[in-house]
């Protein structure tokens, strides 16, 4: 199976910036379509964004819409979620997965490989 290691989280003021990025290794990674989802405490985990296996198609949450942006770079065997204007409502727990399905799956339940996560926690 793959492997995916999320790193950038940390704790950040509202209207601030972080760069989450997740680094896959021990498959091609561009077999796989990736995404980025996120959890908060006491809640379901939730899509953020999605990118296909080729970048041709890219999808994001309408609550993240213009604020955040998925960049996959298959020779770096990484994906990052660049993250604007953040709002304390984003406090979660972010994780990268990736799905062997094509397109770019928004459902938590297409995904067959999942990263630790890395928490992100923005204080107002």
């Known amino acids: 199976q793959v492997q995916l290691v999320e790193s950038g989280g940390g704790l950040v003021q509202a209207g601030g910036s972080l760069r989450l990025s997740c680094a896959a290794s021990?498959?091609?990674?561009?077999?796989?379509?990736v995404g980025w989802f996120r959890q908060a405490s006491g809640k379901e985990r939730e899509f953020v964004s999605a990118a296909s296996r080729s970048s041709a198609r890219t999808y994001y949450a309408d609550s993240v819409k213009g604020r955040f942006t998925i960049f996959r770079d298959n020779a770096k065997n990484t994906v990052d979620l660049r993250m604007n204007s953040l709002k304390p409502e984003d406090t979660a727990v972010y994780y990268c997965?990736?799905?062997?399905?094509?397109?770019?799956?928004?459902?938590?339940?297409?995904?067959?490989?999942w990263g630790p996560g890395t928490q992100v926690t923005v204080s107002s």
């Open positions: 997965a990736a799905s062997i399905r094509n397109g770019a799956p928004a459902g938590k339940d297409e995904y067959n490989y």
């Open positions: 021990g498959r091609t990674f561009s077999s796989y379509a």
